[in-house]
């Protein structure tokens, strides 16, 4: 049987070079992200399976700036952002600056199944999730990535599935030497993370810049008003630019016409 399916993932944009330091490490924490979500398209599994698994073996890896190898805040402290969002019926789930979480796409995912909100954050969040037994971690289980060449390290996954159905997951620690507090777009649903039935979106770069123009949204509005899948991420990371920030994105359409695009130096992506 012919397959549609698709999945893109990226561990994160920033001054990353070519065959740099941390290629050793990054580049099976791809495969492995790429392989664990393609199984789940091969069985015939959903978009949003196949990006939350992908974005799992991500944050285990430790060696992107997401679940155990999140930066710390200046106090610090580890707090996690993450968000994913089903493109057939646009229902999302995320959850913003929660601490010590093990994986954060999980508790995104608990939020979108068993709540009626979006995005949970502060108290409520953490007591929403010990209650639903998310799996929280101690101090010393968290290693962030060492590498001062690696700014971002954000990771995030979007899928096509054999049904046409897509999906965007991304999940972050921040950005280094953030303020406790603060919250990135990836979070933010049509900043940094958006799927709806014409495409899905996963961002990475400096936050504010993707929180101020908008970003994922404003790339599926141009797909939906007609441009390519490459010309509306380019032009996204163009507002991005005039702004003064950089970054990149993962986006996928409903035909498969997919791009990886960055105005850093480097992006971590991988394609299936
Ligand atoms: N976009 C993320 C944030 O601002 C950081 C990153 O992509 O590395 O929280």
């Known amino acids: 049987m012919a397959s ?3 999945l893109l993932v990226h561990g ?11 290629e050793h490490a990054t ?11 393609w199984g789940v398209l091969q069985q015939g599994g959903a978009a949003l399976e196949a990006a939350q698994t992908a974005v799992v073996v991500l944050e285990d890896a430790g060696v992107f700036t997401a679940g155990k190898g999140a930066v ?19 229902r999302a789930g995320a959850v913003a600056c929660v601490p010590w979480l093990r994986n954060p796409i999980l508790a995104a995912r608990l939020v979108l199944d068993q709540t009626k909100h ?7 969040a953490t007591d929403f999730l010990r209650f639903q037994q998310a799996a929280f971690e101690a101090r010393d289980y968290f290693s962030p990535a060492q590498n001062a060449v690696v700014k971002q390290g954000t990771v995030g996954a979007v899928a096509l599935d054999n049904s046409g159905g897509l999906a965007a997951a991304t999940s972050t620690g921040g950005t280094a030497a953030k303020l406790p507090g603060r919250v990135g777009d ?39 008003h007609g441009m390519s899948v490459n010309d509306a991420t380019a032009s ?12 990149g994105a993962i986006v996928i359409d409903a035909g498969g016409n997919a791009c ?8 971590y992506r991988g394609v299936i």
Request: aromatic share 4%.
């Open 4 to 6: 549609k399916a698709r």
């Open 72 to 90: 710390q805040d200046t106090n610090g402290n580890v707090s996690l952002d993450a968000a994913l969002m089903n493109g057939v019926d646009q």
């Open 236 to 247: 996204a990371l163009a507002e991005v630019a005039r702004l003064g920030g950089e970054g």
């Open 186 to 224: 990836s979070p933010l649903i049509g900043a940094g993370t958006y799927a709806n039935q014409t495409c899905a979106v996963s961002a990475t770069g400096q936050g504010e810049f993707f929180i101020r123009s908008v970003f994922a949204h404003r790339v599926a509005v141009a797909i939906e």
């Open 260 to 267: 990886a695009l960055f105005n850093t130096k480097g992006m």
């Open 12 to 22: 994160g944009a920033g001054n990353i070079l070519p065959a740099n330091a941390n």
């Open 118 to 124: 979006v995005l949970m954050v502060g108290g409520g």
């Open 27 to 37: 580049r099976p924490a791809l495969l492995a992200a790429l392989q664990a979500g």
